[in-house]
Protein backbone atom coordinates (compact mmCIF):
# COMPACT_ATOMS: atom_id res chain seq x y z
CA UNK A 1 0.00 0.00 0.00
CA UNK A 2 1.40 3.42 -0.71
CA UNK A 3 1.39 6.49 1.64
CA UNK A 4 -0.94 8.08 -0.91
CA UNK A 5 -3.71 5.76 -0.50
CA UNK A 6 -2.96 5.21 3.33
CA UNK A 7 -3.65 9.24 3.74
CA UNK A 8 -6.97 8.95 1.39
CA UNK A 9 -8.29 6.01 3.81
CA UNK A 10 -7.20 7.53 6.92
CA UNK A 11 -8.82 11.55 5.49
CA UNK A 12 -11.74 9.62 4.03
CA UNK A 13 -12.67 7.50 7.73
CA UNK A 14 -11.69 11.13 9.32
CA UNK A 15 -14.20 12.81 6.99
CA UNK A 16 -17.19 10.16 7.25
CA UNK A 17 -17.08 10.20 11.57
CA UNK A 18 -17.25 13.76 11.39
CA UNK A 19 -20.42 13.44 9.11
CA UNK A 20 -21.82 11.61 12.00
CA UNK A 21 -22.16 15.13 14.00
CA UNK A 22 -22.85 17.66 10.92
CA UNK A 23 -24.02 16.23 7.43
CA UNK A 24 -22.91 19.11 5.27
CA UNK A 25 -19.94 20.60 6.63
CA UNK A 26 -17.49 17.72 6.24
CA UNK A 27 -19.15 17.74 2.47
CA UNK A 28 -17.78 21.12 2.57
CA UNK A 29 -14.46 21.05 3.15
CA UNK A 30 -14.17 17.98 0.86
CA UNK A 31 -15.40 20.65 -1.58
CA UNK A 32 -13.05 23.24 -0.71
CA UNK A 33 -10.01 20.85 -0.70
CA UNK A 34 -11.05 19.77 -4.47
CA UNK A 35 -11.65 23.23 -5.52
CA UNK A 36 -8.20 24.86 -4.29
CA UNK A 37 -6.68 21.69 -4.73
CA UNK A 38 -5.64 20.78 -0.79
CA UNK A 39 -6.25 17.36 -1.77
CA UNK A 40 -6.83 15.29 -4.78
CA UNK A 41 -10.43 13.58 -5.15
CA UNK A 42 -11.21 10.71 -7.10
CA UNK A 43 -12.13 11.15 -11.20
CA UNK A 44 -15.08 10.71 -10.82
CA UNK A 45 -15.68 13.19 -8.26
CA UNK A 46 -14.15 15.91 -9.63
CA UNK A 47 -17.53 17.84 -9.72
CA UNK A 48 -17.34 18.28 -5.89
CA UNK A 49 -14.70 20.79 -6.51
CA UNK A 50 -16.96 23.21 -8.98
CA UNK A 51 -18.25 26.24 -7.78
CA UNK A 52 -21.98 25.44 -7.79
CA UNK A 53 -21.43 22.34 -5.43
CA UNK A 54 -19.36 24.85 -3.37
CA UNK A 55 -22.33 27.47 -3.26
CA UNK A 56 -25.14 24.16 -2.73
CA UNK A 57 -23.01 22.95 -0.05
CA UNK A 58 -21.93 26.50 2.05
CA UNK A 59 -26.00 27.15 1.94
CA UNK A 60 -26.91 23.47 3.14
CA UNK A 61 -23.97 23.83 5.84
CA UNK A 62 -25.02 27.35 6.83
CA UNK A 63 -29.27 25.91 6.80
CA UNK A 64 -27.85 22.67 9.05
CA UNK A 65 -25.80 25.01 11.70
CA UNK A 66 -28.82 27.61 11.45
CA UNK A 67 -31.60 24.87 12.20
CA UNK A 68 -30.13 24.30 15.60
CA UNK A 69 -31.15 27.21 17.01
CA UNK A 70 -34.87 26.66 15.88
CA UNK A 71 -36.04 23.86 18.31
CA UNK A 72 -38.73 22.03 16.11
CA UNK A 73 -36.18 22.44 12.88
CA UNK A 74 -33.70 20.95 15.42
CA UNK A 75 -35.80 17.61 15.78
CA UNK A 76 -36.45 17.50 12.45
CA UNK A 77 -33.28 17.76 11.18
CA UNK A 78 -32.28 14.74 13.76
CA UNK A 79 -34.56 12.45 12.55
CA UNK A 80 -33.41 12.62 9.20
CA UNK A 81 -29.98 13.01 9.95
CA UNK A 82 -28.91 9.56 10.63
CA UNK A 83 -29.40 7.92 7.09
CA UNK A 84 -28.33 10.69 5.97
CA UNK A 85 -25.00 10.97 7.76
CA UNK A 86 -24.35 7.28 6.68
CA UNK A 87 -24.77 8.23 3.23
CA UNK A 88 -22.85 11.08 3.24
CA UNK A 89 -20.07 9.30 5.39
CA UNK A 90 -19.84 6.56 2.52
CA UNK A 91 -19.73 8.92 -0.14
CA UNK A 92 -17.04 10.89 1.91
CA UNK A 93 -15.06 8.01 1.51
CA UNK A 94 -15.26 6.78 -2.19
CA UNK A 95 -14.62 9.96 -2.99
CA UNK A 96 -11.16 10.06 -1.12
CA UNK A 97 -10.08 6.87 -2.55
CA UNK A 98 -7.31 6.49 -4.38
CA UNK A 99 -7.14 4.01 -7.60
CA UNK A 100 -8.23 0.75 -5.77
CA UNK A 101 -10.19 -1.71 -7.11
CA UNK A 102 -14.12 -0.75 -7.18
CA UNK A 103 -15.10 -3.54 -5.01
CA UNK A 104 -13.10 -3.09 -2.16
CA UNK A 105 -13.26 0.47 -2.52
CA UNK A 106 -16.83 0.19 -1.79
CA UNK A 107 -17.11 -2.52 0.53
CA UNK A 108 -14.70 0.06 2.44
CA UNK A 109 -16.65 2.64 2.21
CA UNK A 110 -20.26 1.25 3.07
CA UNK A 111 -18.23 -0.39 6.63
CA UNK A 112 -15.51 2.37 7.29
CA UNK A 113 -17.08 5.18 6.20
CA UNK A 114 -21.30 4.38 6.30
CA UNK A 115 -20.40 2.97 9.77
CA UNK A 116 -18.44 5.28 11.49
CA UNK A 117 -20.61 8.11 10.14
CA UNK A 118 -24.12 6.07 12.04
CA UNK A 119 -22.07 5.40 14.81
Do not use: C, K
Amino acid sequence: MSFELIVSIILGFSLAAAAGFRVFVPLLVLSLSAHFGWFPVNDTWQWVGSVPALVLLGVATLFEVGAYFIPWVDNLLDTISVPLAAIAGTLLMVATMGDMDPTITWALAIIAGGGAAAA
